[in-house]
């Protein structure tokens, strides 16, 4: 009683100590994951506005079902650059006040061939008729739910069409920017010229310092501005069978040849199987016992496995070779024999009409003029048989006529009916005419190949679980030994060779020469992993990869060794010029010449779309320089594309004056086509972009 009576009254205190664990471990756990909500909700925002997850992932969900082919990562890529678009486009079509009719948004989605052919939204005429449309999804609730994403769609489509149509409007091409392309190509100016290359200036004559390239990443923040990066080394322990391995599925095909005896528990006697040499169903023997099915074909020689091509070809029908090895497989084949002519060759000339299938649609003679035209040139080839590809290259009308007509080897089946007998049909040599539904063939029958028939038990060469345990084994020691001593050292200590430094961005998938590995991206970008720590992956057909983090790059100015070879040049090049800008003394050219070293030079007849100067390429500073020179005169030194220049006008030519102007606004014109395309890209350069994919993905 006592003992109770002393915890009643010491139970305020009690429950003060309990609070203020359970306060403790609450702060604790807020600040491990930065603060209250620090896990965004929504995939990210453009300009405030947001992307929800919830319709992103059911977009990405769309795009990967959708059978192309491509991966989660992509998907998601693919619809973030959609929605961003979106976004933005949005804004844009709101500011505008833009709105598009019901008749705008139907003929976007008419231009879809399961709407705009559909023979239930068709009248009696076979014209899209829009009352049996709506009719149509009116008697179908559930499919006219589906039908209002593809309006929000095609409502999209309809003012993106609109505003760039605005867009090109408003890129209008003038007369007098013509006029000025015409004279920039044709105003012509002969000079003489001074130049001193940068590269008469050694690289190593010239520092510049870090300081010097961050400062002239400042100047322009937005252009030289990084993501946030993460750099990582990796060390591969593939798991791939071993020399024993091999060993033991070269044992079992040995076996497979000679069969063997079987205790039967059923009958208590012995039972002998046969072996691939005897068996008396080879088919179902081959299928029965390799990993690959039987392959009644026939094979020529320069299809069969190059370094054993000759042995199977030349193997006597019954005979057995192997084992042998061919990509990751063991394997022993049987020959069950040959035949002639399984592949042949062919050369042809197509000479096609209106109406035959796959016709270019350029080609406008008849059936009747095709065929007079095909009988015509075979009595052209009967006669001279040398010609053939020379009447191919001239008359074909299938793309074979840049090869003469040849078609190489093909099989049996491969090319449309009444071709293939004819050619599989006659001797080589044979020429002939024959019509197919692509229009008449003359056909020349110029090869044939024999083939062999083989039974082959193959399997493939995999690690055995024994050799896997011991791939395991040494990964594992090798992530704990590497998570407390030096990474490169533990490495070579195991004969493992460590990657070079793999950068990766947040949302990479690769990861090196490792595919798919969005796991070791999220890792490494994980607030909880620091630099050197290290962590082992099991990559499926890989092995085991381990990682260790070296480097956190944080968003901000790109790093300096990523900088250093877009900057430093640039940079040196600019010291340079005051370096050789020092040595030009005098004031002709021939003075500067002697005082730099060089030697006076001339250029004729040069324009500024064509700023050529002999021994420099394009220098169209120079160039322009010398139009705007009076004659005779000696320019300052120019800092050029790859040296300096000083110029003297000798003579300008001004183009002819002309009246027509089109062909030069036809160009101009051409260069604005993509205007709509450069705004969306300048609308992202300029939007606040928040990117939370990271998060999710």
Not at 207 to 232: G, L
Not at 273 to 293: L, Y
Not at 454 to 462: D, F, G, Q, V, Y
Not at 494 to 506: D, Q, R, Y
Request: proline share 3%; aromatic share 8%; net charge neutral.
């Amino acid at each position: 009683m006592a003992i109770l009576s002393k915890i009643r009254q010491r139970s305020l205190l009690l429950i003060l100590v309990i609070g203020f664990c359970l306060l403790a471990f609450v702060v604790g756990d807020v600040l491990n994951n930065g603060g209250f909500s620090s896990t965004p909700r929504d995939v990210g925002s453009v300009n405030g506005d947001e992307i929800s997850y919830d319709e992103f992932r059911s977009k990405v969900d769309n795009v990967e079902k959708s059978g192309q082919g491509i991966t989660s990562s992509q998907a998601v890529a693919r619809v973030w650059e959609q929605e961003v678009t979106i976004s933005l486009m949005n804004a844009e079509f709101e500011k505008l006040g833009m709105r598009v009719s019901e008749e705008q948004v139907m003929d976007v989605l008419k231009q879809n061939q399961d709407i705009g052919q559909n023979p239930s939204f068709l009248n009696e005429a076979g014209v899209f008729d829009p009352a049996k449309f709506s009719a149509f999804f009116n008697e179908n609730p559930v499919l006219k739910q589906q039908l209002a994403a593809r309006i929000k769609e095609a409502t999209l489509n309809a003012k993106f069409m609109m505003y760039s149509a605005l867009v090109k409007a408003g890129t209008y091409t003038t007369t007098a920017e013509a006029k000025l392309k015409y004279e920039l190509a044709t105003n012509k100016v002969s000079l003489d010229f001074v130049a001193v290359p940068f590269s008469s200036i050694k690289d190593s004559d010239v520092k510049v310092t870090d300081d010097e390239i961050i400062a002239f990443m400042r100047k322009d923040e937005k252009k030289y501005k990084a993501d946030e990066t993460r750099e990582v080394q990796m060390v591969i322990i593939e798991d791939k069978p071993s020399t024993e391995d091999e060993a033991q599925v070269k044992a079992d095909l040995q076996q497979l040849l000679i069969g063997k005896v079987e205790y039967v528990k059923e009958t208590q006697k012995n039972d002998t199987v046969q072996g691939f040499r005897t068996a008396s169903n080879t088919v179902e023997f081959v299928n029965m016992n390799s990993d690959v099915p039987y392959d009644s074909s026939y094979v020529a020689k320069k299809d069969l496995p190059a370094e054993f091509a000759d042995q199977l070809y030349n193997l006597p029908q019954g005979e057995i070779y192997g084992p042998y090895k061919f990509n990751d497989y063991l394997a022993v084949s049987k020959s069950l024999g040959r035949q002639s002519g399984v592949n042949a060759k062919a050369s042809h000339i197509l000479i096609a009409y209106t109406g035959a299938m796959r016709a270019n649609p350029a080609v406008t003679r008849t059936k009747e003029e095709a065929q007079a035209k095909a009988n015509e040139i075979l009595a052209q080839v009967l006669a001279n048989p040398a010609s053939f590809s020379m009447l191919a290259q001239v008359n074909s009308d299938d793309s074979s006529k840049q090869q003469g007509g040849d078609l190489g080897f093909f099989s049996k089946g491969q090319m449309t009916g009444k071709f293939n007998d004819f050619v599989f049909n006659n001797p080589i040599g044979k020429i002939g005419l024959v019509e197919t539904e692509f229009g008449f063939h003359i056909i020349n029958v110029t090869d044939k190949q024999d083939g062999v028939r083989l039974a082959t038990i193959a399997r493939k060469i995999e690690a055995s679980e024994a050799t896997t345990d011991k791939v395991y084994n040494k990964a594992v020691t090798f992530e704990m030994d590497a998570n407390e001593k030096d990474f490169a050292a533990v490495a070579k200590a195991n004969g493992l060779t460590v990657s070079p430094s793999v950068k990766l961005n947040a949302m990479d998938e690769n990861v090196g020469s490792v595919m798919n590995q969005r796991q070791i991206v999220k890792w490494a970008f994980d607030k909880k992993t620091s630099v050197g720590d290290v962590k082992r992956y099991e990559v499926p057909n890989v092995g085991n990869v381990i990682m260790k983090l070296v480097k956190i790059n944080e968003e901000g100015l790109m790093a300096l060794d990523q900088a250093r070879p877009m900057i430093e040049n640039k940079l040196k090049n600019e010291k340079k010029v005051a370096l050789i800008k020092a040595k030009l003394k005098g004031t002709t050219l021939d003075a500067m010449a002697k005082s730099a070293g060089v030697t006076v030079q001339t250029a004729t007849d040069v324009t500024i779309e064509n700023a050529v100067l002999p021994g420099f390429g394009q220098e169209q500073r120079a160039v322009a320089t010398a139009f705007a020179l009076a004659p005779n005169k000696v320019s300052a030194p120019i800092e050029g594309a790859s040296a300096v220049f000083v110029v003297l006008q000798k003579s300008a030519v001004k183009a002819p004056a002309i009246t027509d102007y089109s062909p030069y606004l036809s160009v101009l014109k051409g260069q604005s086509t993509a205007a709509p395309g450069r705004v969306i890209t300048a609308l992202k350069d300029n939007a606040d972009i928040e990117d939370n994919r990271p998060v999710f993905y």
